[in-house]
């Protein structure tokens, strides 16, 4: 099953409005966005300075960045397609990014700074959810080019992609180890959407997660001992955090709205996320654990002992 919201960026704001009172979130996230429009998408820059992200404060679905802590955003694209998804250089000089600015849904590139943006697929099918492999030299992503969503690889610079996945169900959103010898992704190949994990080069995939709830979207650490994801297993989708290698997953964010598309900061203190828990969907930070201000360095391999 596609989640809606890894598959439609341009949704209207109308379907993310609830009549009901938001209940007050019982974590202590931090709230970076602050416009109006809609903000998704959070990528954290590799010097963990600024968060991009994907906003309609133009008017339609423009790149965005802005500071880490908050401040004033930044607009780095200006096309008047739909841009979303954006995903940071090793080196945070480019962004990649999902664009249907072609006619078709395809992964473009644009200097993190602004300018040409330069398309890096241009198959006839929908190219989604940029990842960039550590080194620099591939970007994974996910496409429908053989029907049903696969994970597929092309070099940074353009060329010949190449498949990762064949599995009849749909598999999605891929991130990178830090070492760059695994890629993780989600997948309803095992009948509900789950985190899998398999070689960068291809081969034999297993399950991380084994909740019956939807686990998906997931972000690896940057020491690569965990992932972080969405899922719905606790009621509603909220943020959650597994060990690489599998184990018992900690819920992170408590938020009744929706938490989406987590995002680790380099220094692996903190999750940044998309969530309904304001007046509309902005991006958020949160340190890890959630039961601890954002402003505090509680890194991964302080609570690690936590899921062992």
Same mark, same amino acid.
């Given at each position: 099953m596609?989640?809606?919201?890894?598959l439609?960026?341009?949704i209207?704001a109308?379907?993310?409005?609830?009549a009901?009172?938001?209940p007050a979130?019982a974590?202590?996230?931090?709230?970076?966005?602050?416009?109006?429009?809609?903000?998704?998408?959070?990528?954290?820059?590799?010097?963990?300075?600024?968060?991009?992200f994907a906003s309609? +404060?133009? &008017? !339609?679905?423009? #790149?965005w960045? /802005?500071?880490?802590a *908050?401040?004033?955003?930044t @607009?780095? %694209? =200006? $096309?008047?397609a739909?841009?979303?998804c954006?995903s940071w250089s090793?080196?945070?000089?480019?962004i990649?990014?999902?664009?249907? +600015?072609? &006619? !078709?849904?395809d #992964?473009?590139? /644009?200097?993190s700074? *602004?300018g040409?943006a330069? @398309?890096i %697929? =241009? $198959?006839?099918?929908d190219d989604s959810?940029?990842s960039w492999?550590?080194d620099?030299a591939?970007?994974?992503?996910h496409?429908?080019?053989? &029907? !049903?969503?696969? #994970?597929w690889? /092309?070099?940074?610079? *353009?060329g010949?992609?190449t498949?990762i996945t064949? $599995?009849?169900h749909d598999?999605?959103?891929?991130?990178?180890?830090?070492?760059g010898?695994q890629?993780a992704?989600?997948s309803?190949?095992?009948g !509900?959407?789950?985190i899998?994990?398999?070689p960068?080069? *291809?081969?034999a995939?297993i399950?991380?997660?084994t909740?019956?709830?939807s686990?998906?979207?997931?972000t690896w650490?940057?020491?690569g001992?965990?992932i972080?994801f969405?899922s719905?297993?606790?009621g509603?989708?909220?943020?959650?955090?597994?060990p690489?290698?599998?184990?018992?997953?900690?819920?992170?964010?408590?938020?009744a709205y929706?938490?989406h598309?987590?995002?680790?900061?380099p220094?692996?203190?903190?999750?940044?996320?998309d969530?309904?828990r304001?007046?509309?969907?902005d991006?958020w930070?949160?340190?890890?654990p959630?039961?601890?201000?954002?402003?505090?360095k509680?890194?991964w391999s302080?609570?690690?002992?936590t899921y062992r």
């Amino acid at each position: 099953m596609r989640p809606l919201f890894l598959l439609l960026p341009a949704i209207s704001a109308t379907l993310f409005l609830a009549a009901a009172p938001k209940p007050a979130p019982a974590d202590d996230a931090i709230r970076v966005t602050t416009d109006a429009s809609i903000d998704i998408d959070a990528s954290w820059s590799p010097d963990g300075s600024q968060i991009a992200f994907a906003s309609t +404060r133009s &008017g !339609n679905y423009d #790149i965005w960045v /802005i500071p880490a802590a *908050g401040g004033v955003a930044t @607009q780095i %694209t =200006t $096309d008047p397609a739909v841009d979303y998804c954006p995903s940071w250089s090793p080196d945070g000089t480019l962004i990649a990014f999902g664009s249907d +600015r072609s &006619g !078709n849904r395809d #992964i473009w590139v /644009i200097a993190s700074t *602004g300018g040409t943006a330069a @398309q890096i %697929t =241009t $198959d006839l099918h929908d190219d989604s959810h940029p990842s960039w492999s550590p080194d620099g030299a591939h970007i994974a992503f996910h496409s429908d080019s053989n &029907g !049903n969503l696969d #994970i597929w690889m /092309i070099p940074s610079a *353009g060329g010949t992609a190449t498949e990762i996945t064949g $599995d009849p169900h749909d598999d999605s959103c891929p991130t990178w180890s830090p070492d760059g010898t695994q890629i993780a992704f989600a997948s309803d190949r095992g009948g !509900n959407d789950d985190i899998w994990v398999m070689p960068a080069a *291809g081969g034999a995939a297993i399950p991380i997660t084994t909740s019956p709830g939807s686990d998906i979207c997931p972000t690896w650490s940057p020491d690569g001992t965990g992932i972080a994801f969405t899922s719905n297993r606790g009621g509603n989708y909220n943020i959650w955090v597994i060990p690489a290698a599998g184990g018992i997953a900690t819920q992170i964010t408590d938020a009744a709205y929706g938490d989406h598309l987590p995002d680790w900061s380099p220094d692996g203190c903190r999750l940044a996320f998309d969530s309904f828990r304001g007046v509309n969907y902005d991006i958020w930070v949160i340190a890890v654990p959630g039961s601890a201000s954002a402003t505090e360095k509680n890194t991964w391999s302080e609570i690690k002992a936590t899921y062992r």
